[in-house]
């Protein structure tokens, strides 16, 4: 059973900063790619980072520059590092292996607003 726990979530203000942690556990997680999702209310799910097990990372124009999505391989736990925060990156945050959708763990609420 795969299991996924997100964290590291709150309310900041615009141009603000957070780091974002999710424990896998159920897998061998070092060989996976793992991406990171964001869901905004009446919106799709969309990929905002994704790395493979050899580190190399990928991220969309809407957080490029922004956004920096790592692991640790040791302590099987990925990483998003999130700087000048802007509003509409407002949503509920999920961490997955890339590719996978049959399951998500609970996700951290990530609020931007004044």
């Known amino acids: 059973q795969v299991q996924l726990v997100e964290s590291g979530g709150g309310l900041v203000q615009p141009g603000g900063s957070l780091r974002l942690s999710c424990v896998a556990s159920?897998?061998?997680?070092?060989?996976?790619?793992m991406g990171w999702y964001r869901q905004a209310p009446g919106k799709q799910r969309e990929l905002v980072g994704r790395?493979?097990?050899?580190?190399?990372?990928t991220y969309p124009d809407s957080v490029k520059g922004r956004f920096t999505i790592s692991r640790d391989n040791d302590k099987n736990t990925l990483y998003l590092q999130m700087n000048s925060l802007k509003a509409e990156d407002t949503a509920v945050y999920y961490c997955?292996?890339?590719?996978?959708?049959?399951?998500w763990g609970q996700g951290t609420q990530v609020t931007v607003s004044s």
């Open positions: 997955n292996v890339f590719g996978r959708a049959d399951s």
């Open positions: 159920g897998i061998t997680f070092r060989i996976y790619a």
């Open positions: 790395i493979t097990n050899g580190g190399d990372t």
